[in-house]
């Protein structure tokens, strides 16, 4: 099972945990590009976290910034003693960067929990919350060398567009099924 819950500090020991597995990797979808200093694993970078996603989440038109909502993903069904396994950022709509090279989603997963399909999970649980703002299609990209990215997402529903500026490109239609 997977979980999409909302930052909040109560996930901190495990949240934090998920930084640490993640050390110096790249952690995309988890927002921390908003952050003037990296991801320490104290509860008071946790509770500077869950802020700043909170204020970032809005769009910011003079920064380019579109509205996006920001997910912890979780191991379970997202109760209170739920694990916090990775991060997803759901963009409202695509400015130009976006339709390029970023798309609506981006996840990942800690390294100790890949392979688990929690990323194929995420994604859909991820279109789904699309849907319901009214996307009806989502861009969804990754390197052209992540080739496991690219099975997550083919995994999810997602059809090969083309590549651009080093992304392979894919949309998932939001009406038809995006996976388990």
Same mark, same amino acid.
């Given at each position: 099972?997977? &979980? ?6 109560? @996930?901190?020991?495990? @949240? ?11 952690? !995309?979808?988890?927002?921390? @590009? *908003?952050?003037?200093?990296?991801? /320490? ?25 579109? &509205?996006?909502? =920001?997910?912890? %993903? ?8 739920? /694990?916090? %396994? ?6 409202? /709509?695509? *400015? ?7 798309? !609506?989603?981006? =996840?990942?997963?800690?390294?100790? !929990?890949?392979?688990?399909? !929690?990323?194929?999970? &995420? ?10 703002? $009214? ?10 060398? *992540? ?22 490109? =894919? @949309? %998932? ?5 995006? $996976?388990?």
């Amino acid at each position: 099972m997977t &979980a999409l819950v909302l930052p909040d500090v109560r @996930w901190f020991p495990s @949240w934090a945990a998920t930084v640490v597995d993640f050390g110096d990797g790249v952690r !995309h979808g988890s927002g921390d @590009w *908003n952050l003037p200093a990296p991801l /320490e694993p104290t509860e008071e970078s946790c509770a500077e976290f869950v802020a700043v996603l909170a204020a970032k989440s809005s769009a910011d038109v003079e920064s380019g910034r579109v &509205a996006s909502t =920001y997910f912890w %993903i979780t191991a379970g069904d997202g109760g209170p003693d739920d /694990e916090v %396994i990775g991060f997803l950022n759901l963009r409202h /709509e695509l *400015n130009d960067w976006l339709r390029e090279e970023g798309g !609506h989603i981006g =996840y990942s997963v800690r390294p100790s !929990h890949r392979r688990q399909g !929690h990323a194929v999970r &995420a994604l859909a649980l991820g279109v789904r919350r699309a849907g319901e703002l $009214g996307i009806d299609r989502v861009l969804v990209t990754c390197d052209t060398d *992540n080739e496991p990215s690219a099975r997550t997402i083919e995994s999810g529903g997602g059809v090969f567009e083309d590549v651009r500026k080093d992304k392979r490109r =894919y @949309w %998932i239609p939001v009406t038809e099924p995006a $996976g388990p």
